[in-house]
Structures are given as structure tokens and as C-alpha cells.
């Protein structure tokens, strides 16, 4: 199978969400509230909303989330963004992503 034959195929639902969560492990801080991913064939892309203004650690901390991803999806293009959020705020879905952490609030 050529490489832009691979990039086309969209794997299940379930297979991007563990794909999540393994990424997740160990990466969750204790100002994240909150992480989406949305995917189509090639690409996923994920928010991670912490409760604190965007600073050099939160990017860094969405890098290492995009590395662990890079390892399940190699051939994928994979897009994280850090956004801040007022906690608790609600969480807005954009279309086509899932919610796949979220801080219950104190």
C-alpha cells in the first residue's frame, strides 16, 4: 500500500480515542480542564483548555501530547492547540470532536 493510500484511511472512532488516552497518560496538569479531538482521514487534531494563561509550559506540555500522537499515527498530520478557559467554564464542542478529558470542578 503506498503512504498517501494510508493517509486516506480513517481509522475508528475507538482507535483514535485510546490513541488519546495513551497520550493523555501522564500528561494531564493540574490546570488542564479539559481536552477535544476531532480526525478525518490523515489528520486529527486536538484543544487542550487549561485554567491558567498560556505560557511556554502548557505549549510544551501540547507538544509531548502531539509527540505520543506522531507514535500511534505516524503518517497523519497531528495539530494540537493550548487554549485558555475561565474553569468552569462549559465546554463547547466545534464540530466533529469529542470530548476526551475533562476536570470535574472542586
Given at each position: 500500500?503506498?503512504?498517501?493510500?494510508?493517509?486516506?484511511?480513517?481509522?475508528?472512532?475507538?482507535?483514535?480515542?485510546?490513541?488519546?488516552?495513551?497520550?493523555?497518560?501522564?500528561?494531564?496538569?493540574?490546570?488542564?480542564?479539559?481536552?477535544?479531538?476531532?480526525?478525518?482521514?490523515?489528520?486529527?487534531?486536538?484543544?487542550?483548555?487549561?485554567?491558567?494563561?498560556?505560557?511556554?509550559?502548557?505549549?510544551?506540555r501540547v507538544s509531548e501530547i502531539e509527540t505520543?500522537l506522531i507514535a500511534d499515527f505516524p503518517l497523519?498530520?497531528?495539530?494540537?492547540?493550548?487554549?485558555?478557559c475561565s474553569f468552569p467554564e462549559k465546554i463547547?464542542?466545534?464540530?466533529?470532536?469529542?470530548?476526551?478529558?475533562?476536570?470535574?470542578?472542586?
Amino acid at each position: 500500500m503506498h503512504e498517501d493510500d494510508v493517509k486516506n484511511i480513517l481509522p475508528d472512532h475507538a482507535a483514535v480515542l485510546l490513541g488519546m488516552q495513551r497520550a493523555l497518560l501522564g500528561n494531564i496538569t493540574d490546570d488542564m480542564c479539559s481536552v477535544m479531538v476531532a480526525f478525518t482521514a490523515g489528520s486529527l487534531t486536538f484543544r487542550a483548555r487549561f485554567a491558567s494563561s498560556i505560557q511556554i509550559e502548557q505549549v510544551m506540555r501540547v507538544s509531548e501530547i502531539e509527540t505520543e500522537l506522531i507514535a500511534d499515527f505516524p503518517l497523519w498530520e497531528i495539530k494540537g492547540v493550548a487554549e485558555e478557559c475561565s474553569f468552569p467554564e462549559k465546554i463547547m464542542l466545534s464540530n466533529n470532536e469529542t470530548l476526551v478529558f475533562s476536570r470535574a470542578p472542586d
